[in-house]
Protein backbone atom coordinates (compact mmCIF):
# COMPACT_ATOMS: atom_id res chain seq x y z
CA UNK A 1 0.00 0.00 0.00
CA UNK A 2 0.65 3.51 -0.30
CA UNK A 3 0.33 5.14 3.34
CA UNK A 4 0.89 8.46 4.87
CA UNK A 5 1.98 9.07 8.14
CA UNK A 6 0.43 12.52 8.89
CA UNK A 7 2.48 13.38 12.47
CA UNK A 8 2.57 16.65 14.23
CA UNK A 9 6.07 16.49 15.29
CA UNK A 10 9.01 14.28 13.76
CA UNK A 11 12.75 13.52 13.89
CA UNK A 12 15.27 15.28 15.25
CA UNK A 13 12.49 17.30 17.51
CA UNK A 14 12.67 14.83 20.75
CA UNK A 15 9.75 13.47 21.74
CA UNK A 16 7.52 10.42 22.23
CA UNK A 17 5.28 10.59 19.35
CA UNK A 18 8.18 11.21 16.82
CA UNK A 19 9.60 8.54 18.22
CA UNK A 20 7.02 5.81 17.35
CA UNK A 21 5.94 7.33 13.99
CA UNK A 22 9.94 7.12 13.14
CA UNK A 23 9.66 3.12 14.12
CA UNK A 24 6.79 2.49 12.41
CA UNK A 25 7.69 4.14 9.72
CA UNK A 26 10.57 2.22 8.97
CA UNK A 27 8.93 -1.18 10.43
CA UNK A 28 6.24 -0.59 7.21
CA UNK A 29 8.92 0.38 5.08
CA UNK A 30 10.24 -3.13 5.90
CA UNK A 31 7.15 -4.74 5.36
CA UNK A 32 7.28 -3.23 1.63
CA UNK A 33 5.18 -1.08 1.94
CA UNK A 34 5.44 2.83 0.31
CA UNK A 35 5.76 5.19 3.02
CA UNK A 36 6.03 8.93 3.28
CA UNK A 37 5.92 10.66 6.95
CA UNK A 38 4.29 14.30 6.43
CA UNK A 39 4.79 16.41 8.99
CA UNK A 40 4.98 20.64 9.65
CA UNK A 41 8.54 22.68 8.91
CA UNK A 42 8.45 24.00 11.76
CA UNK A 43 12.08 25.61 11.25
CA UNK A 44 14.93 24.66 8.87
CA UNK A 45 16.71 23.06 11.62
CA UNK A 46 14.13 20.37 11.51
CA UNK A 47 14.63 19.27 8.32
CA UNK A 48 17.24 17.00 9.25
CA UNK A 49 16.73 13.24 8.72
CA UNK A 50 19.62 10.12 7.77
CA UNK A 51 19.67 8.52 4.59
CA UNK A 52 16.78 6.36 4.85
CA UNK A 53 15.82 3.81 2.04
CA UNK A 54 12.41 2.61 3.99
CA UNK A 55 10.47 5.54 3.98
CA UNK A 56 9.89 9.51 2.95
CA UNK A 57 9.75 12.52 4.50
CA UNK A 58 7.92 15.64 3.39
CA UNK A 59 7.67 18.63 5.63
CA UNK A 60 5.19 21.14 4.67
CA UNK A 61 5.60 24.26 5.30
CA UNK A 62 2.21 26.03 7.69
CA UNK A 63 0.31 28.97 6.72
CA UNK A 64 0.31 29.61 10.72
CA UNK A 65 1.91 27.88 14.05
CA UNK A 66 1.75 28.13 17.39
CA UNK A 67 4.49 26.01 19.52
CA UNK A 68 4.08 22.44 17.90
CA UNK A 69 0.45 23.71 16.67
CA UNK A 70 0.64 24.47 12.65
CA UNK A 71 -1.98 24.55 10.41
CA UNK A 72 -1.17 22.36 7.33
CA UNK A 73 -4.61 23.29 4.67
CA UNK A 74 -2.68 21.80 2.53
CA UNK A 75 -2.84 18.35 3.36
CA UNK A 76 -6.18 17.51 1.98
CA UNK A 77 -4.27 17.63 -1.53
CA UNK A 78 -1.25 16.38 -0.48
CA UNK A 79 -2.87 12.89 0.51
CA UNK A 80 -4.94 12.65 -2.43
CA UNK A 81 -2.33 10.09 -3.94
CA UNK A 82 -2.11 7.87 -1.00
CA UNK A 83 -4.00 4.55 -0.35
CA UNK A 84 -4.54 4.77 3.26
CA UNK A 85 -3.73 7.80 5.91
CA UNK A 86 -2.19 7.14 9.38
CA UNK A 87 -2.46 10.17 11.94
CA UNK A 88 -0.98 10.55 14.92
CA UNK A 89 -3.27 12.75 17.34
CA UNK A 90 -2.70 15.14 19.01
CA UNK A 91 -2.25 17.09 15.66
CA UNK A 92 -4.09 20.30 15.86
CA UNK A 93 -3.66 21.87 12.87
CA UNK A 94 -3.77 19.13 10.53
CA UNK A 95 -7.03 17.18 11.99
CA UNK A 96 -9.52 18.59 9.33
CA UNK A 97 -7.10 18.23 6.20
CA UNK A 98 -7.21 14.57 6.89
CA UNK A 99 -10.13 14.09 7.55
CA UNK A 100 -11.39 15.55 4.39
CA UNK A 101 -9.05 14.25 2.10
CA UNK A 102 -11.52 11.09 1.05
CA UNK A 103 -9.09 8.59 2.20
CA UNK A 104 -9.45 6.14 4.52
CA UNK A 105 -8.16 6.88 7.72
CA UNK A 106 -6.98 5.10 11.23
CA UNK A 107 -5.85 7.39 14.27
CA UNK A 108 -3.32 6.88 16.54
CA UNK A 109 -4.47 8.86 20.05
CA UNK A 110 -1.09 9.23 22.22
CA UNK A 111 -3.01 11.49 24.53
CA UNK A 112 -5.53 13.86 25.72
CA UNK A 113 -4.84 17.05 25.25
CA UNK A 114 -4.88 18.30 28.96
CA UNK A 115 -2.47 21.62 29.02
CA UNK A 116 -2.17 24.68 31.38
CA UNK A 117 -3.44 27.86 32.13
CA UNK A 118 -5.35 29.50 29.42
CA UNK A 119 -4.62 26.13 27.09
CA UNK A 120 -6.45 24.26 29.03
CA UNK A 121 -10.05 25.88 28.11
CA UNK A 122 -8.88 25.88 24.62
CA UNK A 123 -7.92 22.58 24.68
CA UNK A 124 -11.96 21.80 26.04
CA UNK A 125 -13.23 23.51 23.55
CA UNK A 126 -11.41 22.12 21.04
CA UNK A 127 -12.14 18.44 22.41
CA UNK A 128 -15.80 19.33 22.42
CA UNK A 129 -15.83 20.02 18.73
CA UNK A 130 -13.05 17.87 16.95
CA UNK A 131 -13.52 14.40 19.61
CA UNK A 132 -16.93 13.48 18.00
CA UNK A 133 -15.61 14.13 14.51
CA UNK A 134 -12.71 12.36 14.76
CA UNK A 135 -14.34 8.89 16.11
CA UNK A 136 -17.56 9.36 13.50
CA UNK A 137 -15.17 9.76 10.33
CA UNK A 138 -12.32 7.55 10.75
CA UNK A 139 -11.85 3.56 10.35
CA UNK A 140 -9.90 2.82 13.79
CA UNK A 141 -8.95 4.49 16.33
CA UNK A 142 -5.46 2.71 18.03
CA UNK A 143 -4.32 3.81 21.88
CA UNK A 144 -1.03 2.08 23.05
CA UNK A 145 -3.21 1.44 26.47
CA UNK A 146 -6.73 0.11 27.45
CA UNK A 147 -5.69 1.85 31.24
CA UNK A 148 -5.32 5.17 29.34
CA UNK A 149 -8.61 5.51 26.84
CA UNK A 150 -11.06 3.42 29.29
CA UNK A 151 -9.59 6.86 32.32
CA UNK A 152 -9.39 9.73 29.37
CA UNK A 153 -11.79 11.79 27.14
CA UNK A 154 -12.51 9.12 24.44
CA UNK A 155 -13.70 6.71 27.09
CA UNK A 156 -17.65 7.63 26.50
CA UNK A 157 -17.16 6.85 22.94
CA UNK A 158 -15.77 3.42 23.55
CA UNK A 159 -19.29 2.68 24.48
CA UNK A 160 -20.95 3.64 21.74
CA UNK A 161 -18.80 2.17 19.02
CA UNK A 162 -16.35 -0.03 20.63
CA UNK A 163 -15.54 -1.78 17.20
CA UNK A 164 -13.31 1.24 16.12
CA UNK A 165 -11.30 1.04 18.95
CA UNK A 166 -8.06 -1.32 19.31
CA UNK A 167 -4.76 -1.43 21.26
CA UNK A 168 -1.51 -1.82 19.98
CA UNK A 169 1.16 -1.08 22.77
CA UNK A 170 4.20 0.75 21.20
CA UNK A 171 7.34 -0.81 20.99
CA UNK A 172 11.12 -0.27 21.03
CA UNK A 173 13.98 -2.25 19.79
CA UNK A 174 14.79 -5.25 21.54
CA UNK A 175 18.32 -6.11 20.12
CA UNK A 176 19.36 -2.63 20.97
CA UNK A 177 21.96 -4.29 23.43
CA UNK A 178 23.20 -6.48 20.67
CA UNK A 179 23.11 -3.90 18.13
CA UNK A 180 25.21 -0.79 19.79
CA UNK A 181 28.40 -1.88 21.81
CA UNK A 182 30.94 0.05 23.05
CA UNK A 183 34.66 -0.76 24.18
CA UNK A 184 36.02 -0.18 27.57
CA UNK A 185 38.04 2.71 26.83
CA UNK A 186 35.17 4.78 25.22
CA UNK A 187 32.65 4.51 27.82
CA UNK A 188 35.02 5.08 30.48
CA UNK A 189 35.54 8.39 27.91
CA UNK A 190 32.40 9.25 27.69
CA UNK A 191 32.57 9.16 31.68
CA UNK A 192 34.86 11.76 31.75
CA UNK A 193 33.16 13.30 29.33
CA UNK A 194 30.34 13.73 31.67
CA UNK A 195 32.02 14.40 34.57
CA UNK A 196 31.15 11.42 36.74
CA UNK A 197 33.40 10.27 39.29
CA UNK A 198 33.73 6.75 40.70
CA UNK A 199 30.98 6.17 43.22
CA UNK A 200 28.61 8.26 41.56
CA UNK A 201 25.10 6.64 41.62
CA UNK A 202 23.64 8.06 38.36
CA UNK A 203 19.95 8.05 37.35
CA UNK A 204 18.59 9.14 33.89
CA UNK A 205 16.12 11.43 32.82
CA UNK A 206 15.50 11.51 28.87
CA UNK A 207 12.73 14.05 27.50
CA UNK A 208 12.27 17.53 25.76
CA UNK A 209 13.11 20.66 27.62
CA UNK A 210 10.25 22.98 26.10
CA UNK A 211 7.23 24.04 26.77
CA UNK A 212 5.03 20.98 25.12
CA UNK A 213 6.74 18.87 27.77
CA UNK A 214 6.11 20.80 30.49
CA UNK A 215 4.53 17.80 32.25
CA UNK A 216 7.74 15.80 32.46
CA UNK A 217 8.31 16.79 36.42
CA UNK A 218 11.89 18.13 36.19
CA UNK A 219 10.32 20.76 38.63
CA UNK A 220 9.31 17.69 40.88
CA UNK A 221 12.96 15.59 40.35
CA UNK A 222 15.60 18.70 41.65
CA UNK A 223 13.79 19.19 44.98
CA UNK A 224 13.64 15.91 45.25
CA UNK A 225 17.69 15.76 44.77
CA UNK A 226 18.08 18.13 48.10
CA UNK A 227 16.08 15.59 50.20
CA UNK A 228 17.97 12.45 49.82
CA UNK A 229 19.28 10.43 52.44
CA UNK A 230 21.51 8.16 49.67
CA UNK A 231 24.89 10.22 48.88
CA UNK A 232 26.99 10.56 45.48
CA UNK A 233 23.42 10.63 43.83
CA UNK A 234 23.53 12.61 40.62
CA UNK A 235 20.74 12.85 37.50
CA UNK A 236 22.05 13.05 33.86
CA UNK A 237 19.62 15.00 31.91
CA UNK A 238 19.05 14.42 28.90
CA UNK A 239 17.18 16.40 26.15
CA UNK A 240 17.28 20.10 25.02
CA UNK A 241 14.53 22.95 25.22
CA UNK A 242 13.98 26.62 25.68
CA UNK A 243 13.14 25.77 29.20
CA UNK A 244 16.73 24.69 29.86
CA UNK A 245 17.99 27.79 31.27
CA UNK A 246 15.13 27.58 33.29
CA UNK A 247 15.77 24.34 34.56
CA UNK A 248 19.71 25.04 35.27
CA UNK A 249 18.60 28.07 37.21
CA UNK A 250 16.46 25.94 39.49
CA UNK A 251 19.11 23.80 40.27
CA UNK A 252 21.41 26.36 41.54
CA UNK A 253 18.39 27.84 43.42
CA UNK A 254 17.69 23.96 45.07
CA UNK A 255 21.50 24.05 45.64
CA UNK A 256 21.58 20.73 43.63
CA UNK A 257 23.79 22.22 40.36
CA UNK A 258 26.61 20.15 41.48
CA UNK A 259 24.11 16.77 41.39
CA UNK A 260 22.95 17.57 37.59
CA UNK A 261 24.30 17.26 34.23
CA UNK A 262 22.74 18.48 31.37
CA UNK A 263 23.79 16.48 28.50
CA UNK A 264 22.20 18.43 26.08
CA UNK A 265 20.44 16.44 22.97
CA UNK A 266 22.11 13.08 21.94
CA UNK A 267 21.72 11.21 18.77
CA UNK A 268 19.35 7.89 18.62
CA UNK A 269 23.00 6.30 18.55
CA UNK A 270 24.44 7.57 21.49
CA UNK A 271 21.37 7.27 23.86
CA UNK A 272 22.10 3.66 24.86
CA UNK A 273 25.16 3.93 26.29
CA UNK A 274 23.58 6.90 28.32
CA UNK A 275 21.07 4.59 29.81
CA UNK A 276 23.78 2.08 30.36
CA UNK A 277 25.43 4.50 32.20
CA UNK A 278 22.68 4.88 35.26
CA UNK A 279 21.45 2.91 37.70
CA UNK A 280 17.77 3.55 36.30
CA UNK A 281 15.81 5.85 34.49
CA UNK A 282 13.30 8.27 36.04
CA UNK A 283 10.23 9.97 34.47
CA UNK A 284 7.96 11.90 37.70
CA UNK A 285 5.16 13.34 35.33
CA UNK A 286 2.37 15.38 36.45
CA UNK A 287 -0.39 14.47 34.98
CA UNK A 288 -2.36 12.41 32.08
CA UNK A 289 -0.15 14.42 29.34
CA UNK A 290 2.45 11.51 29.54
CA UNK A 291 0.14 8.48 28.66
CA UNK A 292 2.56 5.58 27.93
CA UNK A 293 6.29 7.05 28.33
CA UNK A 294 8.61 5.83 25.61
CA UNK A 295 11.71 6.38 27.02
CA UNK A 296 10.31 3.79 30.23
CA UNK A 297 10.56 1.06 27.32
CA UNK A 298 14.05 2.16 26.06
CA UNK A 299 15.55 2.08 29.24
CA UNK A 300 14.21 -1.70 30.33
CA UNK A 301 15.78 -2.60 26.53
CA UNK A 302 18.86 -1.81 28.31
CA UNK A 303 18.48 -3.44 31.31
CA UNK A 304 17.50 -0.64 33.58
CA UNK A 305 14.66 -0.50 36.37
CA UNK A 306 12.76 2.98 36.55
CA UNK A 307 10.54 5.43 38.14
CA UNK A 308 7.74 6.80 36.61
CA UNK A 309 4.69 8.31 37.98
CA UNK A 310 1.17 6.31 39.10
CA UNK A 311 -1.01 7.34 35.89
CA UNK A 312 -3.14 5.62 33.49
CA UNK A 313 -0.78 3.88 30.77
CA UNK A 314 2.23 4.36 32.10
CA UNK A 315 1.20 2.13 35.06
CA UNK A 316 0.90 -0.21 32.66
CA UNK A 317 4.26 -0.01 31.54
CA UNK A 318 5.89 -0.04 35.05
CA UNK A 319 3.86 -3.34 36.36
CA UNK A 320 3.29 -3.92 39.71
CA UNK A 321 3.12 -6.24 42.66
CA UNK A 322 5.62 -9.33 41.88
CA UNK A 323 6.61 -8.46 38.34
CA UNK A 324 6.76 -4.78 38.97
CA UNK A 325 9.55 -3.26 36.74
CA UNK A 326 10.32 -0.76 38.95
CA UNK A 327 8.60 2.00 41.48
CA UNK A 328 6.01 4.15 41.11
CA UNK A 329 4.94 7.51 42.65
CA UNK A 330 2.03 9.60 43.06
CA UNK A 331 2.24 12.36 40.18
CA UNK A 332 3.49 15.55 41.80
CA UNK A 333 4.48 14.12 45.22
CA UNK A 334 8.27 15.40 45.77
CA UNK A 335 8.43 12.69 49.16
CA UNK A 336 7.44 9.82 47.24
CA UNK A 337 9.78 10.47 44.64
CA UNK A 338 12.64 10.85 47.08
CA UNK A 339 11.52 7.58 48.77
CA UNK A 340 11.37 6.01 45.78
CA UNK A 341 15.43 7.13 44.63
CA UNK A 342 16.73 6.39 47.78
CA UNK A 343 15.18 2.64 47.85
CA UNK A 344 16.45 1.61 44.27
CA UNK A 345 20.07 3.18 44.76
CA UNK A 346 19.87 1.69 48.84
CA UNK A 347 19.29 -1.98 47.51
CA UNK A 348 21.29 -2.21 44.36
CA UNK A 349 20.38 -5.99 44.49
CA UNK A 350 16.49 -5.39 44.30
CA UNK A 351 17.53 -2.84 41.24
CA UNK A 352 19.10 -4.96 39.47
CA UNK A 353 16.13 -8.03 39.92
CA UNK A 354 13.74 -5.14 38.23
CA UNK A 355 16.12 -4.12 35.92
CA UNK A 356 16.28 -8.23 34.82
CA UNK A 357 12.84 -8.43 35.09
CA UNK A 358 12.06 -5.03 32.64
CA UNK A 359 14.57 -6.46 29.99
CA UNK A 360 12.88 -9.61 29.50
CA UNK A 361 9.09 -8.51 29.55
CA UNK A 362 10.21 -5.48 26.97
CA UNK A 363 11.86 -8.34 24.89
CA UNK A 364 8.82 -10.54 25.44
CA UNK A 365 5.88 -8.26 24.82
CA UNK A 366 7.03 -5.03 23.34
CA UNK A 367 8.66 -5.59 20.59
CA UNK A 368 8.48 -3.18 17.19
CA UNK A 369 8.24 -5.89 15.22
CA UNK A 370 5.37 -7.02 17.30
CA UNK A 371 4.05 -3.63 17.32
CA UNK A 372 4.07 -3.17 13.43
CA UNK A 373 3.11 -6.44 12.24
CA UNK A 374 -0.12 -5.89 14.30
CA UNK A 375 -0.23 -1.91 12.48
CA UNK A 376 0.25 -3.86 9.09
CA UNK A 377 -2.88 -5.91 9.54
CA UNK A 378 -5.01 -3.28 10.74
CA UNK A 379 -4.23 -0.83 7.74
CA UNK A 380 -4.88 -3.74 5.19
CA UNK A 381 -8.47 -4.30 6.88
CA UNK A 382 -9.26 -0.78 6.69
CA UNK A 383 -7.77 0.01 3.36
CA UNK A 384 -10.17 -3.43 2.38
CA UNK A 385 -13.28 -2.51 3.98
Known amino acids: MKIAIVAPVFYPYLSGIGTVVRSEALGLGKLGHDVTVLTPLYS ?6 AAQDKYKVKRLRPCFKFGNAAWLPQLRQELANFDIVHLHYPFIGGVCGVLECKKPVVVTYHMDLVG ?5 YFFKIYNYFTLPRLVKDVKSIVFSSWDYIQKGQLKKYIVKEPQKFIEIPFGVDTTVEQKTQISSRAFEELKRK ?17 KAHYFKGIDILLPALSKLKTEKVKVLI ?13 AKELGVEDQVIFAGRVSDEELPFYYRLGRGLVLPSIDKSEAYGMVLLEAMANGLPVIASHLPGVRSVV ?20 QAIDSLLEDAEEGKQMGERAKAWVTRERSVEKETKTLESLLVRCYNT
Open 194 to 210: LRLKDGDKLLVFVGGLD
Open 44 to 49: TSDAVE
Open 116 to 120: QGWKK
Open 319 to 338: GEGEERRGFLINPGDITELT
Open 238 to 250: VGEGDLRPYYENR
